[in-house]
């Protein structure tokens, strides 16, 4: 499972904008076999934003990401950026407050 980090500033004022636009992203692309979760949060400063994306793949990611429906999906997030930065990490573990979800990845069970 991977998790992609997406952190991005925002054109001053368009904060409000941006939150409706993810939505709508988030929408579509949940509706994606391989998407696992998505998460908005309001970065150190107002006009800062981190999206995350858990996959089940690197491969079913990259996909995503390279495919025409995503570039057309997202343009009116890019529309309203001022700079973005994003990061592909592996999700080694992934343990919830309640136990549920503990234990080693897929990939963490094949190397073993």
Do not use: C, K
Not at 18 to 26: C, L, N, P, S
Not at 76 to 90: F, I, K, T
């Amino acid at each position: 499972m991977i998790r992609a980090t997406l952190r991005m500033r925002v054109r001053p004022g368009g904060e409000r904008a941006f939150e409706r636009a993810f939505d709508a992203v988030a929408a579509a692309t949940s509706r994606e076999p391989a998407n696992l979760r998505q998460s908005l949060l309001r970065g150190d400063e107002p006009d800062t934003y981190v999206i995350t994306s858990d996959w089940e793949s690197l491969d079913a990611f990259r996909a995503f990401e390279r495919s025409p429906d995503q570039d057309r999906l997202t343009a009116p997030l890019r529309e309203l950026r001022v700079s973005a930065e994003m990061r592909v990490d592996e999700i080694v573990r992934h343990v919830d407050a309640d136990g549920t979800g503990t234990g080693r990845t897929e990939h963490e069970r094949e190397s073993r």
